[in-house]
């Protein structure tokens, strides 16, 4: 059986079609306007909504849009005065279900509403669906580390939400990644996320594309456009690269925020709408803003929830898994040579898992044999990391002390890089903590 919401301005008819559905056994809950409809929704989240559209006919289509552009639509049927056709036919484009006329018939309206009711059933299973496959896709996601799994618990946390999320990292940290995966677990999963890059238009196409305009704002404006935000209404917006906005579009942008409404060009009317929004870069933000090129109160709205992704060198536990994870999905299997693995997880990958997932891709393509052994990696990457001591030195007869020769090693190493102990284990080819750990144990001093 279903929850059904009706919707009538008319007591008395309301009443019928209520008492009819009731008897079937289905839950019925009424409304007597538009407003108080929309409340009902978010209270019980009807699986059909039966609404007359005698109100004033813009009223009951704007009802109509504003149930379909819900996250979790219920399906609506709408009660039309006999020979409304054209009515009935511009609710259907708004998103409705179906429609009936009156006076209502109890059986078509017994099996209308059994229909709608099914139709919602399956539209939720196949979210679930997608939901699950979202959350295994999420497995594909590598997170190793302690800071990306806690980011990954931050990501569960905030896709229950409709908060604003700021995203922020270095170039191929995983951005947008991270904004898919919040979206997917998200109510709107179930649509598609649009993103757009802020970066990649002029200030007055961003405008255009963002807001949409009506026709004949400007020259070339040949018919009314929807811009994305309009668009998206009900999903998810994810804006790249926002510190690249102008100053005047981040004004626009702040008042979408704060109004939930949204004017084409050269547009005169309001338009409500729906959105989350997810927005990232690469960029400063505090710098922008004291350089008066970022709106502070857009910052505000915008970072309600920030979540910083760390570059790849201060979590290199990752490293070894998204190598293994894009060998993988090279689709060519190799194994890493232990000593290639050593040089790959020291490597500081100034472009991030980006520059992690290309080298790979590289190497399937260019390196015949089914191991990656050291004299494969790219030069620039081994060149810094041999060490010749181990290839080019030979033991003495009379041997050595060992201890002795890697004291002087590392306060050689601390010498050449003036005192700087994450610039003398680049030099030894290790980490700086393994660096400190043992020029600790020679009592050696650096910074
Ligand atoms: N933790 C991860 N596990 C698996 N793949 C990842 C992970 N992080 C990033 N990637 C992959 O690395 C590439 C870069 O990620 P993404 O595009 O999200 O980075 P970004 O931070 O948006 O970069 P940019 O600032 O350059 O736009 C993508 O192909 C993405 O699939
Ligand atoms: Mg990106």
């Not at 919401?5 to 309301?14: A, I, N, Q």
């Amino acid at each position: 059986m279903a929850n059904v919401l009706v919707v009538d301005t008319d007591v008395s008819e309301r009443k019928m079609v209520s008492d009819i559905l009731a008897a079937e056994g289905h839950s019925v809950f009424q409304a007597g306007s538009a407003d108080q409809a929309i409340q009902q929704v978010e209270e019980y989240q009807p699986d059909v909504v039966l609404t007359d559209l005698k109100m004033p006919e813009k009223e009951g289509l704007a009802l109509v849009e504003k149930l379909a552009a819900r996250p979790e639509p219920s399906e609506v049927i709408v009660l039309t005065a006999f020979g409304s056709i054209e009515t009935a036919v511009k609710a259907m484009r708004r998103g409705a279900y179906d429609y009936l006329n009156k006076p209502v018939e109890k059986d078509e309206l017994l099996l209308v509403v059994e229909r709608a009711a099914e139709k919602r059933a399956l539209r939720q299973e196949s979210r679930l669906l997608k939901q699950e496959l979202a959350r295994k896709s999420a497995a594909g996601l590598v997170a190793q580390s302690e800071a990306m799994r806690k980011i990954l618990e931050l990501v569960a946390k905030v896709a229950a939400s409709d908060a604003t999320v700021l995203i922020l990292g270095e170039s191929g940290t995983g951005k947008e990644v991270v904004a898919r995966m919040i979206h997917q677990q998200s109510l709107r999963g179930a649509r598609l996320m649009q993103a757009i890059n802020c970066a990649a238009f002029p200030e007055t196409l961003l405008e255009s594309e963002l807001f949409g305009y009506e026709k004949g704002t400007f020259t070339g404006a040949q018919s009314r456009k929807i811009g994305i935000i309009e668009a998206v209404s009900g999903s998810t917006l994810f804006l790249d690269e926002v510190a690249d906005m102008s100053l005047g579009t981040q004004a626009k942008l702040l008042r979408v925020l704060q109004e939930k409404e949204i004017r084409r060009l050269g547009g005169v009317t309001n338009i409500p709408v729906d959105i989350r929004l997810i927005a990232a870069t690469n960029k400063n933000l505090e710098e922008a803003m004291s350089a008066g090129a970022f709106r502070q109160d857009l910052f505000y709205r915008l970072s309600v929830i920030p979540i910083k992704i760390p570059p790849l060198r201060e979590r290199r536990e990752d490293i070894p898994a998204l190598l293994r994870h894009f060998i993988t999905q090279s689709g060519r299997p190799k194994i890493l040579e232990p000593r290639a693995l050593a040089v790959l997880t020291e490597y500081d990958w100034p472009g991030n898992v980006r520059e992690l997932q290309s080298m790979i891709e590289r190497m399937a393509v260019l390196s015949g044999g089914d191991r990656i052994r050291v004299e494969d990696l790219p030069l620039d990457l081994t060149e810094r990391k041999k060490t010749p001591g181990a290839i080019v030195w030979e033991l003495p007869e009379e041997g050595i002390n060992l201890e002795k020769w890697e004291k002087d090693l590392l306060s050689q190493a601390l010498e050449k890089s003036g005192g700087v102990m994450a610039a003398a284990a680049r030099l030894l080819g290790i980490s700086s903590r393994t660096f400190q750990y043992r020029a600790n144990k020679f009592g050696l001093k650096g910074r």
